[in-house]
């Protein structure tokens, strides 16, 4: 049975950082799409950042661009997403999601219902 299951959200002031973590078992991936999405309270689902696994190209939301990094470590099996200069426009809760293998279009119009496998959820509070 594939999980993701996300971790490394909490509480934050503005200009601090977290890292988030995606640990992924059941299930190994490879040249496929990974993604981080956040949704913020009476907000809908958004793209934050993605990669594709198969040779490391990302994309990043405009609001996120330079302040957060995502990155995998395919031997540990886990996504990460660096979030720096934290702002409280950031408060949301953060899911990972994952498709099987094959997918290579990994751009952020890639809605997370399209992504087979997707996490619980971390929160994520910014405060000014």
């Known amino acids: 049975q594939v999980q993701l299951v996300e971790s490394g959200g909490g509480s934050e002031q503005a200009g601090g950082s977290l890292r988030l973590s995606c640990a992924a078992s059941g299930y190994t991936y490879s040249s496929n799409c990974m993604g981080w999405f956040r949704q913020a309270p009476g907000k809908g689902l958004e793209g934050v950042a993605t990669i594709y696994t198969g040779d490391g190209t990302t994309y990043y939301a405009d609001s996120v661009k330079g302040r957060f990094t995502i990155s995998q470590d395919g031997a540990k099996n886990t996504l990460y997403l660096q979030m720096n200069s934290l702002k409280p426009e950031d408060t949301a809760m953060y899911y990972c999601?994952?498709?099987?293998?094959?997918?290579?279009?990994?751009?952020?119009?890639?809605?997370?219902?399209?992504?087979?496998?997707r996490g619980q959820g971390t929160q994520v509070t910014v405060s000014s």
């Open positions: 999601a994952a498709t099987m293998t094959g997918y290579y279009a990994c751009g952020l119009s890639l809605s997370i219902w399209r992504y087979n496998y």
